[in-house]
C-alpha cells in the first residue's frame, strides 16, 4: 500500500474518470450514490455501454460461420477482443486467450479438463485460505471425481498466506496449486510470482484466480511465469457473463475439450470428430460475442489511463479509508496485510454486518455485507461475516467520508 | 429515513440488545436454521408437551431482525400447538412479504416487524426464525433449514 506522491497523483484525475461513468450519476433514496461495492462488481464506462450498443447495430453477426459482411464485422471484432486480452495480461500468443463465462467458468474448465484428466488417486491440489468459493468447490468437484486430496495453505492473523506452511505443504504429490492473487474478501495481495516458482520446483501446475487483481494491478503472465490466469470481465469495468482463461499453449494444446458443440470442432461424423485447435476447442457454441466486444472496450479504457497513477491514487483512498475507520470507537479491520490493495474489511463492535449495510444503503451508500463467497476466511477469523468497503479506480476521499458519516449513523441506532 | 425507523423501531432494537428466550433447553426438539446470505445461524428448541409448545428458546449469532424476530416469535408461540403455530408462520409470512399496506392480521407485538416489507433484502432475516419453527414442528428431522 504504497503512498502515491502528489506528482503521480496529480496525473490521475478522478473527477475525469468519475465523468466517464455515467451510472455514478445515480440517486439512490434519494441521495448521491457512493459505490464502495466493486469487488463485488464494477461500474461500467461510456466506453464499454456504446462498444456493445454499436456491435449489436452495426456488426451483429454469429462469428466464424458466415461469409456476410456482418460476421466478418464480428468476427473481427471479437477476435480483436483475443488480442486486446493477450495484451492485457502479456500473454505471449492470442491462442492462449480462451473466453469464458467469467472466474468461476474458467477455473471449472480447468479443474474438469486438465484437472480430471491427470490427476490420479492420492495427487494433492493445494488452495489456500484466503479462495473464493469458486476456487475451492471446482476442486472439489475433480478431487471427489479422481481420488486426489485437497490441502489447504493457511493464513496468519492479519490475512497473508503463511509461506512457511506453503514450502511445508509442497511436495511431489502437489500436481496442482490454485491460489487468488488478490483476497475478495480482505484484500491481501499474495506474493504468487514467489509462490508459482516454489510450485514449479516440485512439478506442480498452477493457476490463478485473478478475479480481483484485473481491476487493480498490472498483470504479466509470463513474468508471474503462471500456468493459468483466470479473470471476470464484470470486475474489471466490461460487461457481465463474460472472462479470460489464459492457459500455456502446451497445457491447452494436450487438455480434452470441456463442453463439446459447434465452433469447438474441426470436423464431426458419427464415427469419428476432430477438435478444433486452441483456443477454439474450448470455446463450444455461439459466445457472448457483445460481451467479449464490451471486455475488448474495458482493456481498451484501462489502457488508455495511467495504471501506476491509478493505482497510486487507489492505495492512497485505502490508505485513507483504513485511517478513517479505525477512528471509529468500536471498529475492527479485518485483513491487514502489508500488501493490499482495493478491500476494506471490518466489522463493528454491537453492530452486526447486515443491519450497517441496510442503515449505509439508505445514506446512498453501497457496500457489501456477508462472508463474501469467503467463508473459510470468516471462519477463520471466528466471525459470521464483514462490512466491505471495496474500491474502483473512480472512487474519492469523498466517498470515504460518507462511509463514515454513514456509520456513525449506525453506531448512533445502535451503541 | 422515515422507512429506517420503521424498520429499527425501539422495540426491536431492544429484543436485539436483550433477546428473550435466549437460551437452550433440555431434551427438547433441536432444530438449525441457517441464512448463507449473511452467514448466520439459528438453534432453536422447541418443547412439546400434550400436543401444545410449552417452552420454546433459541441461539446463535444474527442481525437485528433476525435477532428480534426470534426473540418475538418464540415469546408468541409458548401455548400455541403445532397447527396453530404454522397458522401464526402463514400470517407473519404475509405481513412481511405482503407488497400494500392493507390490512393483515393484527398480530399483536409482532406487528412491529411489518416494516421490513419496505426491505426485500431483509425479508430472509426476519424469516430465518420462522423457517426453523415450522421445520421444528413439522418433524423430527435434523436437517438444517436454510432461507436461500
Ligand atoms: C477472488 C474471486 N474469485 C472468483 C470470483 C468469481 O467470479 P465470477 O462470479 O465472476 O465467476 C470472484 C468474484 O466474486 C472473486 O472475487
Known sequence: ??????????????????????????????????????????????????????????????????????SERATALYEGSRAKAAAFLNAPDKRTI??????????????QSYGRSTLKPGDEILLTWLEHHSNIVPWQLVAEQTGAVIKVVPINDAGELDQGEFAALLSPRTKIVAMGHVSNALGTINPVADMIARAHAVGAVVLVDGAQAA??????????????????SHKMFGPTGTGVLYGRASLLEAMPPYQGGGDMIASVTFERTLYNQVPYKFEAGTPNMAGVVGLGAAIDYLAGIDREAALAHEDAVLEYATA?????????????????????????DGVHPHDAGTILDQQGVAVRTGQHC???????????ATIRASLGIYNTREDIDALVRGLHKVRELFV | MSELSELYQEVILDHNRRPHNFRAIEGATKQEGYNPLCGDRLT????????VIKDVAFQGSGCAISKASASLMTDALKGKTADEARALFDQFHAMITSDHDGPTADLGKLSVLAGVREFPTRIKCASLAWHT????????????????
Do not use: W
Not at chain 1, 328 to 339: L, T
Not at chain 1, 374 to 384: E, L, N, S, T, Y
Open chain 1, 374 to 384: 469467503a467463508q473459510p476466511v470468516m471462519d477463520r477469523f471466528g466471525i459470521a
Open chain 2, 133 to 148: 419453527m415450522k421445520a421444528a414442528v413439522a418433524s423430527e428431522t435434523d436437517a438444517p433449514v436454510s432461507t436461500e
Open chain 1, 98 to 111: 480462451v473466453f469464458t463465462k467469467g472466474t468461476t467458468d474458467g477455473i471449472n474448465l480447468v479443474a
Open chain 2, 44 to 51: 432453536l428448541y422447541v418443547a412439546m408437551e400434550g400436543g
Open chain 1, 1 to 70: 500500500m504504497a503512498i502515491g506522491t502528489s506528482s503521480v497523483q496529480a496525473a490521475f484525475d478522478v473527477a475525469k474518470i468519475r465523468a466517464d461513468f455515467p451510472i455514478l450519476a445515480e440517486r439512490v433514496h434519494g441521495q448521491p450514490l457512493v459505490y464502495l461495492d466493486s469487488a463485488n462488481t464494477s461500474q461500467k464506462p461510456e466506453s464499454v455501454l456504446k462498444a456493445m450498443d454499436d456491435y449489436y447495430r452495426h456488426a451483429n453477426a454469429n462469428i466464424h460461420r458466415a461469409t456476410h459482411l456482418l
Open chain 1, 324 to 348: 478513517q475507520v479505525r477512528q471509529i470507537p468500536g471498529a475492527r479491520i479485518v485483513g491487514e496485510a502489508r500488501h493490499k490493495t482495493g478491500v476494506l474489511s471490518f466489522v463493528l
Open chain 1, 215 to 232: 481491476p487493480h494491478l498490472v498483470i504479466d503472465v509470463q513474468a508471474l511465469d503462471c500456468d493459468f490466469y483466470v479473470l471476470s
